[in-house]
């Protein structure tokens, strides 16, 4: 997932001809690095600077960040350059893009494939259910491996998840999951929800679906 840096500061009284250089070599290390996508910068009336940088994803920003050269010169703007500078990482959750009468939107909301998760679920939609997984998605709980011990509780493709589903279906016509709370990130979202089945005590649990694309491509189900 791509995320956006947005890094305001303003500069120290006569410093601006030698921040400028050091900022244009600094520009032309970061252009080399892996996950690098673009940076622009601008400049208000009142001297405050704005600086937005865009980079594939979050585990390239990291290498960016430890990179020795990119540290050094972090010490050097705190030490020289700025006189205050904030500093806010944006994961890209939903964006828009127009150009020539081309309208484009997307999403990485993962809030939205838990509610959609729990809908399909409630309405017994095997269908809708899997379509919300990758192909090659695993499905992991201690339940499976209760039933199935040579799985060691994991399944594997969409096929395998529907056999479990339709099998947990027909055995328990009540089951029924009740929502508690969803906590959504950029790139996994938390789903706790109450387990209910007739003639059963109601049962706690926390399932973690890690989505990539838009499509959950692991799940994983932990009893409380």
């Not at 996508?37 to 208000?44: L, Q, S, T, W, Y």
């Not at 899997?130 to 799985?151: C, F, G, M, N």
Request: aromatic share 10%; proline share 4%; charged share 30%.
């Amino acid at each position: 997932m791509k995320h956006v840096i947005v890094f305001r500061s303003r500069l120290r009284d006569g410093i601006e001809t030698e921040y400028g250089a050091h900022a244009g070599k600094i520009y032309e290390l970061a252009i080399k690095q892996p996950g690098f996508v673009d940076a622009k910068d601008f400049v208000a009336d009142d001297g405050e600077r704005l600086a937005l940088i865009e980079w594939a994803s979050s585990p390239e920003l990291d290498a960016w960040r430890e990179l020795g050269e990119h540290r050094a010169a972090q010490e050097r703007g705190r030490s020289h350059y700025y006189a205050e500078y904030s500093l806010q990482i944006c994961p890209e959750l939903r964006g828009s893009k127009f150009r020539a009468g081309n309208h484009e939107r997307w999403s990485n909301d993962t809030r939205p494939i838990a509610e959609r998760w729990l809908a399909c679920f409630e309405a017994r939609d095997l269908d809708g259910l899997l379509a919300l997984y990758a192909d090659d998605a695993t499905h992991t709980s201690p339940k499976i491996r209760v039933r199935h011990p040579e799985t060691g509780g994991k399944l594997v493709g969409k096929a395998a998840m529907r056999a479990w589903w339709q099998d947990s279906f027909d055995r328990l016509p009540s089951l029924r999951y009740i929502s508690t709370s969803i906590t959504a990130g950029a790139d996994s979202v938390l789903l706790e929800y109450v387990r209910r089945v007739d003639g059963e005590a109601d049962s706690p649990i926390a399932e973690v679906f890690d989505v990539r694309n838009g499509c959950i491509t692991a799940s994983r189900v932990f009893h409380g």
